[in-house]
């Protein structure tokens, strides 16, 4: 039996952010969880871009855009949806979490999923760097393991 796994190395890859501004107080804790995951494995300062966007509904377009782009070999998008007393929360939620899916398929690159989707502020607090762990580092450590996992089976 063969077992092809990925590691977190970085070998000189360069990453785009595209974050929601919507939330910003989430949003920001994730932005930093990812580049405090990234330099802790040796990515450079200068192969780290963080695009804002205004809210979670913009990052698939932008990460699309990222994506494309060949300065990037991975795009980790970054946000929060908070549930409100409106359906508007699943019909974010839901069409955010297609098109990130789309892009990385699309693209044949890592696009990775680091949007909270919580039912109050405090869980999603807890999940930007609190209780939870950070789930912007969690992201930068996929999208690191990713790109050495893909590397393996090119």
Known sequence: MKVIEGNLVSKGYRFALVASRFNELISRKLVEGAVDCLLRHEVKDKDITVLWVPGAFEIPLVAQEAAKN??????????AVIRGATPHFEYVSAEVSKGIAQVGLAQS???IYG???TDTIEQAIERAGTKAGNKGFAAASAALEMLSLLAEIR
């Open 109 to 111: 690159k890592p696009v």
């Open 70 to 79: 060949k300065n990037y070999d991975a795009v980790i998008c970054l946000g």
């Open 115 to 117: 949007i909270l989707t």
